[in-house]
C-alpha cells in the first residue's frame, strides 16, 4: 500500500527566507507526487506535480518540488516566503488508479 | 478557482438520517473521485467514478455511494449518518489518464457536513 508522510506539523518562516516543505512517499511502481494547498474553509488547490523528467519540477505562485528517488521524498520549497503564502499544505501520491492518498498536512505560517 | 462545483456547501444532520451531496465536474473532465477530510486530517479517498461506473473505492463501508451522470457530474449519498461522518467533503474532477492534463485532480471547494 501507498503512504505518504509530512514529517513536520507546522513550519514557521520569517517572510522573505526560504522555505521548505517536508515530504517523503512510500509506493510500488513509478512514483506520480502531487502538492496542494488549502487556505481556511476552502478545497484544495493544486499547486505542481512530478510524473516523470526533471527533478525539480516548478509551479504555481513560485514553489517548486525536488524529486529524490534514492531519498523517496518530494520537499515543497520557494526561495522567498509571502506572508500570503500561510496556509496548509498537503503532499499526496497517485496509485494506478489514479486515487490520492495524501499526508497529515503541514501548516505554514509565514511572520512577516 | 477550479471549475469544480460542489453543493450544498454547509449541512447539518442528526445520527440516523441520509444525506446527497452534489459535484459538477470541471468542463471537459469524466472523472469524479470523492475525499473525506476530517477536521485536522488530510483527505481520505472514499471512490472514483469514470463514464458512470465505480472506478475504485477506498476503505469506506457500503452506506457510503454514489452515483455519476451523463454529464459527469456526480452524487455522494451517506445512508445511516453516524457522529463521525461529520467532515469536509471533497470531490475533484480529472481527465483521462495519460492524456493532456489527465493525472491532476482538481478540487472544488467541498461540503461541510456536520452530524449531530
Known amino acids: 500500500a501507498q503512504s505518504v508522510a509530512q514529517p513536520e506539523d507546522q513550519v514557521n518562516v520569517a517572510e522573505g527566507n526560504p522555505l521548505t516543505v517536508k515530504c517523503t512517499y512510500s509506493v510500488s511502481g513509478n512514483p506520480y507526487l502531487f502538492w496542494y494547498v488549502q487556505y481556511p474553509n476552502r478545497g484544495l488547490q493544486f499547486l505542481l506535480k512530478?510524473?516523470?523528467?526533471?527533478?525539480l519540477v516548478k509551479g504555481s505562485y513560485g514553489f517548486e518540488a525536488e524529486f529524490n528517488k534514492s531519498q523517496t521524498s518530494f520537499h515543497l520549497k520557494k526561495p522567498s516566503a509571502l506572508v500570503s503564502d500561510s496556509a496548509l499544505y498537503f503532499c499526496a501520491v497517485r496509485d494506478a488508479g489514479n486515487m490520492l492518498t495524501f499526508g497529515g498536512g503541514t501548516r505554514l505560517m509565514v511572520k512577516p | 478557482e477550479t471549475g469544480v462545483t460542489q453543493s450544498p456547501t454547509h449541512l447539518i444532520k442528526t445520527r440516523g438520517q441520509q444525506v446527497t451531496l452534489r459535484c459538477s465536474s470541471q468542463?471537459?473532465?469524466?472523472?469524479v473521485s470523492w475525499y473525506q477530510q476530517a477536521l485536522g486530517q488530510g483527505p481520505q479517498f472514499i471512490f472514483q467514478y469514470y463514464r458512470e461506473e465505480e472506478n475504485g473505492r477506498g476503505n469506506f463501508p457500503p452506506r457510503f455511494s454514489g452515483l455519476q451522470f451523463p454529464n459527469y457530474s456526480s452524487e455522494l449519498n451517506v445512508n445511516a449518518l453516524e457522529l463521525d461522518d461529520s467532515a469536509l467533503y471533497l470531490c475533484?474532477?480529472?481527465?483521462?489518464?495519460?492524456?493532456?492534463?489527465?493525472?491532476?485532480?482538481?478540487f472544488g471547494p467541498g461540503t461541510r457536513l456536520l452530524v449531530l
Open positions: 475533484a474532477s480529472s481527465g483521462a489518464l495519460g492524456r493532456g492534463d489527465g493525472e491532476t485532480q482538481y
Open positions: 512530478y510524473i516523470t523528467g526533471d527533478n
Open positions: 468542463s471537459g473532465h469524466n472523472t
